[in-house]
Structure formats: structure tokens, C-alpha cells
């Protein structure tokens, strides 16, 4: 080993990043379909062959890539998001590092085609591979759109291969990710293939009638018979959503859906809500289930906190905690206890 410093190989910066992000074939189809749906896509197909360790393939219908912009668009740090610090703090694309498809170039074979023109026979196809990562464009034909394929993840970095689990693990993860990603956009058209089978086929649609049938498709007949609808707004915050009643609680906390500004987290602060909403009416041990949507201004969330962007930071913590505890806990009153008529004498 050289005691020298020396700046490392794009390749192996680009594997070391891909660390954070790509931890199984699932992080790889969050990070594909996140950029189908800032592309503007109506529609996005998600094919999966062997649990994801043989392909990952995400194709939109989107804005796709101009063949100027090709070459650049598996280099770390490129990104058409964001441009400066102002635009980073009111980020409201699902996107912004510009790091994801250079890390998966880095550790599996991917080739992304795509066509930003009408013309059906536009099209290109760019790959990147070797030390550089020096990226390779060629003519491809490609309705509008964009195609990523995700080929043999991890084959160049066993240690991370060994931590593959069997297909249909993996497999479950890749579900989990295209359920939340479908609940957190009805007015895009999805579906998922596993081997070459139709796995979900959801069309798109938003109307009440649409949602609650999207919501069945992916989390079963029984949620919305058991849950109650709310809409409330305060201020610059607007919360709908489903809400479990306590009557169709779950053992484990695996039915819990909490989207802010469309994106999925994983938020201490709501958890807390919640927690404190159900407390009173939800027997010990046992956890409710909820789709929810928070929508709040770009600036007042900092979403900026990890690579993998699960966690969020508000500005204001406790106004959101307050605001959520109290429409969750008004929408199960009627679930809680009433008071006898005894107390009222
Ligand atoms: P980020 O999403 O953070 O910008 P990515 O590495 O995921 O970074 O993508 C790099 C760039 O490639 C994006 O900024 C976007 O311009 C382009 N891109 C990636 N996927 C698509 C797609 N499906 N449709 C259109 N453009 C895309
Ligand atoms: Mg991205």
C-alpha cells in the first residue's frame, strides 16, 4: 500500500458512495423510480427478474434525457435538479444529489436509453464502465422516454453480493418499495413484473373511488372497510389520508405510510404523534395501520439529512407534532371510550 495520497479512482469514489444507497436490489428500484417520477412520467413499468440480483428495470414515459445531456448523466454529482444553494432548500423534486446512477453504474451493469424527442426512432443508449467511468453513447431507438436497466448487481463487489438474501426476500423489499411508491403517486399508471409476470397493474386515477381501489390492490380489501378518511388544513399544512381504526390494528407496524410532500419517511417526531393519537384507544402491543399524506411549503422541511432521504427535519417540529396529533386524535374520537353519562351529572 502507498503511504502517498492520491485521489481515487472515479470508479471505486462512485462504489464507496454507492455504500449509502444501494444496500439491496430494492434501493436500486426506489432510486430509478424516483427519477421516472420527476421526469413527469404518466406511466412507469417496473421489471424484475430473479429477486432483482439478475435485473432491475425501470422504463417511463417521461421528459427522457437530450443526447447532449447523455454523457452526463451517470457522472457522480450531475444533476438537472438543483443548481444552487436557494434551489436546494425549496427542493421539491424526489432527486437532488445526483449521485444515484453513477453509485449503481459503479456496482452493477447498467445501461440507460433514453429519447427526449417525439420521433419514435430518437433515441440513446449510454453505459459507463471502467476505472474512468468515462461514459459510452449510442444511437438506440426508444419511444420517449426513459429505460434503465440493471444488470448482475453487486457482481464486482462480493462482499456486498454475499449480503443478498434468497429471491424471494429480495423480492418482498422491491414490492414494499413499488407499494409506496404507487400510494404516494395515484395520478401515474404503474406495473410490476417479477419473471416475466404481472405482479401489480394499477391503472391511474385520483377520484375517491379510484384511490380506495389502488389502496386495496396493494394493501388488501379489509384497510379501507376498517379506516376512516380525513382532510384537514391549518395554515401552510394540509394532512388526508387514511386512518386505521383501532378495531383493525396489526402486530407488527408494517401497514404504517407516512408520505411528506410525497415522499416516504421514517420520522421520529410523527411516529410520536401518532403513537400519542392511538394511545388511549389502541390495546398494548399492538400497532395501528395508516396512509397519510402531509403536504407542507418545500422551504420549511429539510429533506437534505440523508443520502437515502428516509429522514426529514422541520423547521417548526413542534407545530407539525401539535398538528397531527390533534387531527389524528379528533378523527378516532368516536373510536375512544365516551364518558358515561354518569360523569356528566
Ligand atoms: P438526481 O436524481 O439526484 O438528479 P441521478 O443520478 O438519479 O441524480 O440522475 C442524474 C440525472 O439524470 C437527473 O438529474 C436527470 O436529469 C437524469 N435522469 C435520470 N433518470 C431519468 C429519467 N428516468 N428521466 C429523465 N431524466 C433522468
Ligand atoms: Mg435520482
Sequence with gaps: MSTR??????????????????ERPASVAKE???NAIDAGSRRIEVDIEAGGARLVRVRDDGIGIGEEDLPLALSRHATSKIATLDDLEGVSSLGFRGEALASISSV?????????????????????EGRSMESRVSPAPHPRGTT??????????????????TEKTEFG??????????????????????NQKVVQQLSPGTDTLAR???????????????ARYIEREVGALRLSGWVGLPTHSRAQADQQYFFVNGRVVRDRL???????????????????????????????????????????RFRDGRMVHDFLFSSLHHALADARPQPGPELHQ
Excluded: C
Aim: proline share 4%.
Design 5 to 22: 495520497i492520491h485521489v481515487l479512482d472515479p470508479r471505486l469514489a462512485n462504489q464507496i458512495a454507492a455504500g449509502e444507497v444501494v
Design 32 to 34: 430509478l423510480i424516483e
Design 108 to 128: 452493477s451493469r447498467l445501461e440507460l436509453i433514453s429519447n427526449a424527442l417525439e420521433e419514435p426512432t430518437g433515441g440513446w443508449r449510454v453505459t459507463a
Design 148 to 165: 434503465v436497466n440493471v444488470r448482475d448487481l453487486f457482481f464486482n463487489t462480493p462482499a456486498r453480493r454475499k449480503f443478498l438474501r
Design 173 to 194: 423489499h422491491l414490492e414494499e418499495t413499488f407499494r409506496r411508491q404507487a400510494l404516494s403517486r395515484f395520478d401515474i399508471g404503474w406495473i410490476l413484473r417479477h
Design 212 to 226: 380506495e381501489r389502488r389502496i386495496s390492490a396493494l394493501l388488501g380489501k379489509g384497510f379501507i372497510e376498517h
Design 270 to 312: 410523527v411516529a410520536h404523534a401518532v403513537r400519542q393519537a392511538y394511545r388511549d384507544v389502541m390495546f398494548h402491543g399492538r400497532q395501528p395501520v395508516f396512509v397519510l399524506y402531509l403536504d407542507l411549503d418545500p422551504d420549511v422541511v429539510d429533506v437534505n439529512v440523508h443520502p437515502t432521504k428516509h429522514e426529514v
